[in-house]
């Protein structure tokens, strides 16, 4: 399939969803809703962008200008264009949803992996002056990835799959300096009679009466009591076993920010810019899983 035949059919899939799925979250109740250049188009060209390598609106919009005026005529500017990307994150939510559906089913969809990873507005010193998006975004510290940054996390649940990536189930949107556990008692309601493997963060003390109530086992490294030197040999096989467990959603959050270049968000100038880039990103890497011919 040749780069024309994926941008065609990106196209197609996003217009079969749009009436029935995507348009009840981006209809517009003004004068200026009957519009010449479609959300269609513009999700179409953003998610084609994205999948092609490109990581900011402003590249999108100068490749579709200069190699896509054929296929979209009515392309707007450039100032036009970022305001109607950053009204259609609803928009990537409902097609997110699609394309969760046609997942393909788990090989044991009782065990589930949970972890967070940062999406950054602004690191290190900057991170102390960053004002982007307060109501969404705060300053913490990623202790695996060794920095202060001002951004916000996402915190993912995704089914494990023999031999390939997981998929992704659940995905919160929180400040930065939330912590793992109380956004765990957000999801677990939603996770009963399965096993969830995570991180220490996600360790809770009362677990003994979630696992008795909802039947939901969580397995967490053990960590090393104050004063204790080491594990004895069997905690730290025990250990291992589930870190081994949790490798794959790792390697989901590398692979969804190496197509997507999802963790860097100092681009972003609004709240609206930053939902439209985690959810359009998210969005152009579910499309890849579900319709693996799109790939560059």
């Known amino acids: 399939m040749n780069w024309e035949d994926k941008l065609i059919s990106l196209y197609l899939i996003i217009c079969n969803e749009y009436q029935d799925r995507i348009h009840p979250h981006v209809e517009r109740f003004t004068n200026g809703k009957n519009i010449s250049f479609t959300d269609e188009e513009v999700m179409a060209i953003y998610c084609y962008g994205i999948l092609r390598g490109y990581r900011t609106i402003s590249v999108i919009h100068r490749y579709a200008k200069d190699h896509l005026s054929e296929h979209f005529p009515k392309l707007c500017g450039y100032a036009a264009f970022v305001h109607r990307v950053n009204k259609l994150s609803n928009g990537f939510i409902a097609l997110i949803s699609f394309l969760q559906e046609k997942k393909i089913s788990a090989d044991d969809d009782s065990v589930y992996l949970i972890d967070s990873f940062p999406i950054t507005l602004a690191k290190n010193n900057y991170a102390y002056t960053a004002k982007v998006a307060p109501e969404l975004a705060s300053k913490s510290y990623n202790s695996t990835k060794k920095m202060y940054y001002y951004g916000v996390k996402a915190h993912v649940v995704a089914r494990k ?53 909802q039947g939901l086992k969580v397995l967490t490294p053990i960590k090393k009591q104050r004063g204790q030197k080491e594990l004895s040999a069997e905690d730290k096989k025990y250990s291992n076993a589930v870190s081994r467990m949790r490798q794959p959603i790792e390697a989901l959050f590398g692979w969804l920010n190496k197509v997507t270049g999802i963790e860097d968000a100092s681009n ?20 890849l899983r579900s319709y693996p011919e799109l790939g560059f």
Do not use: C, W
């Open 161 to 213: 799959r023999e031999a390939s990536l997981p998929d992704i189930e659940i995905i919160f949107i929180e400040e930065a300096k939330r912590q793992d556990g109380p956004i765990f008692d957000q999801i677990r309601p939603m996770l009963t009679d399965n096993l969830v493997f995570g991180d220490q963060a996600y360790k809770r003390p009362d677990e003994d009466k979630v696992e008795l109530e």
């Open 268 to 287: 972003v100038r609004s709240s609206k810019g930053l939902l439209t880039h985690i959810y359009g990103r998210l969005a152009s890497a579910m499309m």
